[in-house]
């Protein structure tokens, strides 16, 4: 009886092929993953998103590369995507004669009776002498190194550009902040008014003219122009007193000469002292 440890000799070969097969289906998904992925790494190149993303955020790891980790994700996404849709299968590979025996035999391998025993024999010698290159298409494996290699050197001349517009950023901000710093300094800068000479009294000495020896003090009450702020008041009734009437007599501010230009000094003078002599 072909039945050893309570299974049939002919699932010996058949499980090398399935190793065999699984290796070859993880190589296939492996190289789906690295041109899903290559792919997508591309498409952001060209968009510049990975010069943006690493030339603001160059501090910030995770920033910098993001579009390297999302790329690389969304290649095991689409490598899972096309791996699910084609169903896992190696009884086909066999043949179709061959399959269909495999496949009847694996299904009732528990089973201990003669025509199973007949099929087991039939299938040990059969399984035996296939060899794992015989039924897996290695085309599609170099098919997809190759495409694999033809976009990571497309990466590699995209990334060359890279470095150069990366500079090229630099540099226009560099530019940017040399010519902002060129006009900081030639705006004019305010004007700083010393309070040097500011006082409460702007307009020098109070008293302008003088009555029969008696100064007049001069008071501005608040009026209603721009800058002022009006204050309503009643009118309060005053008494005042009679006085004899005097002769009023302008005399110059010795203040307001003195403020004035040295060269004009004089002419003015003179031209008090002529006008107080026609009088």
Do not use: C
């Not at 300094?185 to 009294?201: A, C, R």
């Not at 029969?212 to 007193?241: D, M, Y």
């Amino acid at each position: 009886m072909n039945f050893v440890n309570g299974h049939y000799e002919f699932l010996r070969p058949l499980a090398r092929l399935m190793r065999a097969y699984r290796r070859f289906e993880r190589t296939v998904w492996a190289l789906n993953a690295i041109i899903v992925s290559t792919a997508i790494y591309i498409l952001m190149q060209y968009l510049g998103l990975t010069v943006f993303m690493r030339f603001y955020y160059q501090d910030n790891i995770i920033l910098r590369e993001l579009p390297t980790i999302v790329s690389i994700i969304l290649g095991f996404a689409g490598a899972t995507f096309l791996n699910r849709r084609k169903k896992a299968d190696l009884f086909p590979l066999l043949g179709p004669e061959l399959s269909e025996k495999a496949k009847t035999a694996y299904d009732n391998k528990d089973l201990d009776s003669l025509p199973m025993q007949n099929l087991a024999q039939e299938l040990k010698l059969s399984l035996a002498g296939i060899k794992p290159s015989q039924i897996l298409d290695r085309k599609q494996i170099s098919s997809r190194m190759v495409a694999a290699i033809l976009l990571l050197a497309v990466v590699i001349l995209l990334a060359q550009g890279d470095i150069v517009e990366t500079a090229d950023l630099q540099s226009i901000v560099e530019l940017k902040d040399r010519a902002a710093g060129i006009f900081q300094e030639d705006k004019p800068q305010p004007t700083m008014i010393s309070n040097e000479n500011l006082s409460e009294n702007l307009f020098g000495n109070p008293s302008l003219a003088v009555l029969n020896e008696i100064k007049l003090p001069l008071v501005l009450s608040p009026g209603t122009g721009a800058g002022s702020t009006p204050i309503n008041t009643k009118p309060v009734q005053r008494a005042f007193q009679q006085s004899q009437a005097g002769e009023a007599t302008a005399v110059p501010s010795e203040l307001y000469i003195e403020s004035l230009p040295p060269e004009n000094k004089e002419i003015i003078k003179r031209y008090f002292t002529i006008l107080a002599q026609s009088e």
